[in-house]
């Protein structure tokens, strides 16, 4: 699935950050629990490599919990680099998260320490620097892509916090990477088909977390196909047209929204191992690609070459 959507305000944030980072003594990341490495943004990664960073997974209630741990062993094998899982719903980890960027750079007596937040929209940014405010500084909500431009948060406890709008990047190298990002609603609703995520978390959950499935929508035996599981999801819901025929788009929407909000129960898209695999593969096709272009240049010149010979 292509998705085409990197709004103008995006590219300014990345240049924004950009300009920022010779100050910045911290990096703090925000990312989806429920897809650790698909929201965290590539451009992030290339941002500040000799900077302590801290990885933050949100939304821990609707992520599965023992793959959760699995990703936070990853991300700490990275160097400089610690990881917190958070509920920011439930739970107020301010006093953690503060004695952690303490811990990885030391308060300055001259100055205070300025961490930048930074992370995809819609994972919980705003909620988080709300949190570390004791107050309503950040604007939050379900739609992506609330904060728009830089403010910088004095928490008046020798920390800075620079808080940075959610950005994607241009181009996703791996397709499931785009699916995984709409499924969990990181992408706006009106840049992608409810009907064709619907189908790719269908496929998902259909391997990776039947069980939950069958509780959710009460089956003794589970489907076959996403096709059969969102008819069954279809005829329990009402999503009827004419001739009873099943309204596949109506039916998407519902599957989606039901596992953006949990109520399928706590499960997460990827796990390191699966990435590591992708990781392969989009090696490879940037290889392939790489192959052709050449390929094409020399064919390219080979005609140019033949052509004067002619002229000759």
Request: net charge positive.
């Amino acid at each position: 699935m292509a998705i085409q959507w990197y709004p103008g305000h995006m590219h300014k944030a990345s240049k924004e950050m950009t300009e920022a980072l010779p100050q910045v003594n911290l990096l703090v990341e925000v990312l989806d629990a429920r897809i650790p490495y698909s929201s965290s943004n590539p451009f992030i990664q290339t941002l500040c490599t000799d900077k302590p960073r801290i990885k933050l997974l949100t939304k821990l209630d609707l992520a599965d919990p023992a793959i959760t741990k699995q990703w936070q062993r990853y991300f700490e094998q990275q160097n400089n680099t610690k990881s917190m899982a958070l509920d920011l719903l439930n739970t107020d980890p301010s006093g953690q998260i503060i004695d952690l960027i303490n811990k990885l750079y030391p308060p300055q007596t001259e100055r205070n320490t300025l961490a930048m937040v930074t992370g995809i929209p819609n994972v919980g940014k705003s909620t988080l620097i709300n949190c570390l405010a004791g107050k309503h500084i950040a604007n939050t909500g379900d739609e992506p892509a609330i904060t728009k431009g830089q403010q910088r948060i004095n928490l008046r406890n020798g920390i800075m916090l620079l808080d940075t709008p959610g950005i994607l990047w241009p181009k996703i190298d791996h397709p499931n990477s785009s699916y995984r990002l709409a499924t969990t609603g990181a992408i706006k609703d009106t840049a992608m088909s409810y009907k064709d995520v619907a189908y790719f978390a269908a496929e998902f959950c259909l391997a990776q977390y039947p069980k939950l499935l069958k509780n959710r929508f009460n089956l003794s035996e589970l489907p076959q196909t996403e096709t059969e599981l969102l008819e069954i999801i279809g005829k329990q819901r009402g999503c009827l047209r004419g001739g009873n025929r099943i309204d596949f788009e109506r039916a998407s929407t519902i599957f989606i929204n039901e596992l953006r909000d949990g109520k399928l129960g706590q499960m997460t898209l990827e796990t390191p191992e699966v990435i590591d695999i992708e990781i392969q593969q989009v090696a490879v096709m940037k290889a392939e690609k790489e192959e052709r272009e050449k390929h094409r240049l020399e064919e390219k010149a080979a005609r140019k070459r033949k052509t004067k010979a002619n002229r000759r």
